[in-house]
């Protein structure tokens, strides 16, 4: 059968569940790049990091004997991507599932073509059942959703590499893709599924996963969380292979309450996949809870925010930071999203807007599930406000983090 695999952003070969299912079906596959509509809409070092991962992502599919197509112009183009199913005789299109509003409705479109069509939700870590919108509703906080699903965490075993069986189409639709490394890329954070598994391998060679809970919140050292969010993001890390190392960490070295504290970071992500799924266009509409600034004033207070201007020295190292890298930590985003919305009077979603397009590590369902969170109209009840003095009091204590970034707001 002639098939396509549609991207976005599923950019590995390796323990990928979605060319495991289309080459064992003995399939011939095209492989087809178009920005997602988020991903239309990044820019600075999300844009980069996106970019020369496509390139490695590229390179990797020359090398197994494909290659990547796509539009000439960088836009979720619908009719450029009917086009091609059509000239290419195209039977059927395999395509990785996302929860996001936007996302859905162009799986809505699309189902329209008639071909047949293969969504596979293979970058979650529980079975479908997990998705009943009515066991979401019964499990009004986080902790009994997450008691109820952990042990059916799923850790598959590793795919078969690609073993490629491969269409070719036009020359004319090769994803034009630019060889010179862009500007903003991250210094730690590689773009590539290599650097994603090096990254995810060094971190559990050592004893860092034995004290996770403990050095989390930490500003300073890189190898205080993972980091492995940026790969997770753009799917150059599969979440099972981060499960899959650290089930084998607990076995080798025990299991204590840092490595438990990292699962239960990974049912997080799983649980706003599920909260997006389960609210729609409801999670994008929920009005903001807390008394907003008059429009003028609050666009001024959010054009300071994004700049680090506010004069709270926490929150504007915080967002110095991110505009400068495209990173920032939990402790940081959990603080600017409560100053923004609980203390500045901004809508959430103003805010929830700029870290999608800024963002490295931007996942539609975990960004906007955590500020629905933090802003206090997410499915959780709970609303906590935080204190940027009291929190830099406890968490930058010398002041080392924000010093460092105020002054390089200043160069
Ligand atoms: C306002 C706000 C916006 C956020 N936007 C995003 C986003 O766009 N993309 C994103 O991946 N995370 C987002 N997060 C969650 C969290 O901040 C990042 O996942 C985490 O900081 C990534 O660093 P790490 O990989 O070192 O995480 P670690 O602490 O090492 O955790 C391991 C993994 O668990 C997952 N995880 C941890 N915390 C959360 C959480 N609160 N929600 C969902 N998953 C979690 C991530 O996949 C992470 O890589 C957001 C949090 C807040 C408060």
Redesign the pocket.
């Known amino acids: 059968m002639r098939t396509l695999w549609w991207i976005s952003e599923d950019l590995r070969l390796r323990d990928n569940a979605l060319i495991d299912r289309a080459t064992r079906a003995g399939d011939q596959l095209v492989v087809v790049w178009t920005p997602s509509p988020s991903q239309d809409r990044a820019f600075l070092f999300r844009k980069a990091h996106l970019e020369a991962s496509l390139w490695t992502f590229s390179k990797s599919l020359r090398e197994a004997g494909a290659n990547l197509y796509g539009s000439r112009v960088f836009c979720p183009s619908q009719s450029w991507m009917k086009n091609f199913i059509f000239k290419n005789q195209i039977e059927k299109v395999y395509r990785t599932r996302s929860w996001g509003a936007e996302e859905l409705h162009l799986e809505y479109l699309a189902s329209t073509w008639k071909i047949e069509w293969e969504w596979v939700d293979q970058n979650s870590l529980l079975p479908m059942e997990s998705y009943d919108p009515e066991r979401l509703r019964t499990d009004k906080v986080f902790t009994d959703w997450r008691r109820r699903w952990e042990k059916s965490l799923l850790v598959p075993s590793e795919p078969q590499l690609l073993q490629g069986n491969f269409l070719s189409a036009g020359e004319e639709d090769l994803l034009p893709l630019d060889e010179t490394k862009p500007q903003f890329l991250h210094p730690r954070i590689a773009s590539s599924e290599s650097g994603a598994k090096e990254a995810l391998e060094s971190y559990f060679q050592g004893d860092l996963a034995s004290s ?1 809970k403990l050095t ?1 919140n930490g500003l300073i050292r890189w190898e205080d ?5 940026p790969y ?2 753009l799917g150059l890390l599969s ?1 099972h292979s ?1 499960l899959r190392l650290l089930n084998q960490y607990e076995k080798d070295r025990g299991t204590n309450e840092s490595t438990e504290h ?1 699962r239960m ?2 049912m ?2 799983e649980y ?1 996949r599920r909260i997006m799924a389960l609210k729609g266009v409801a999670l994008f509409a929920a009005a903001p809870r807390y008394p907003l600034a008059e429009d003028v004033l609050a666009l001024d207070l959010f054009c300071r925010w994004k700049a680090g201007e506010t004069g709270v020295d926490f929150i504007d190292a915080h967002m110095t930071e991110l505009r400068l890298t495209g990173w920032m ?2 402790r940081g ?2 603080n600017v ?1 409560s100053y923004l919305t609980k203390s500045l009077g901004v809508d959430w979603r103003w ?2 807007k700029y ?1 999608e397009e800024v ?1 490295i ?3 539609v369902h ?2 906007w ?3 629905a969170y ?1 802003a206090g109209v997410g499915q959780d009840p709970r609303d906590r406000v935080f204190n940027p003095v009291a929190q830099a009091a406890r968490y930058d204590p010398e002041g080392i983090y924000t010093s460092y970034w105020l002054r390089k707001r200043r160069e």
């Open positions: 996770y989390r969380s993972t980091k492995l969010s997770l993001a979440p981060v990292l970071e990974l997080w992500r706003f930590s939990n985003r959990q999203a805010g929830a870290f963002l590590d931007y996942d975990s960004n599930g955590n500020w933090l």
